[in-house]
């Protein structure tokens, strides 16, 4: 079933809140005792871990903004969603990126993330953004 209006809010807000690019503001989002898997990296779990893994990446950037593609939401709190990221680096490049998410909310709050990207144009974008600075 396509997700519901609150749904859709809840994710519209949060990746308002990781466009900031503040840990604490997107974090709020997250369950505690959450877990985080990108692909096939080890599951993180707890919020402030979680926090931590967007961080190190985010920090690399100047902003990420997510458009939502498609959007379905089961009873149990299950959401999948098609995602488009695209990735504000410091030297003006964008990058974008398609990705495909499976979110459990409870209570208002992720409790599992699970994000299906392939982050590999960005990496490569960010080296290439690290060696024009190192050679400046």
Do not use: C
Not at 27 to 49: E, H, K, Q
Not at 64 to 86: A, C, I, M, P, R
């Amino acid at each position: 079933m396509r997700a519901s209006a609150p749904t859709l809010e809840l994710l519209v807000d949060y990746y308002a809140e990781m466009e900031t690019n503040d840990p604490e503001r997107y974090g709020a989002y997250y369950a505690d005792d959450m877990t985080l898997r990108f692909a096939n990296s080890p599951v993180i779990t707890g919020r402030r871990n979680a926090m931590e893994a967007f961080s190190q990446v985010l920090g690399r950037v100047t902003s990420l903004k997510h458009d939502l593609v498609n959007v379905w939401e089961e009873d149990d709190g299950l959401v999948l969603f098609e995602s488009v990221g695209t990735w504000y680096l410091r030297s003006g490049t964008t990058v974008s990126i398609n990705a495909f998410s499976a979110f459990t909310v409870a209570d208002g709050l992720f409790v599992d993330q699970r994000i299906y990207v392939d982050n590999a144009p960005l990496f490569a974008a960010l080296e290439k953004e690290d060696r024009a600075d190192a050679q400046a």
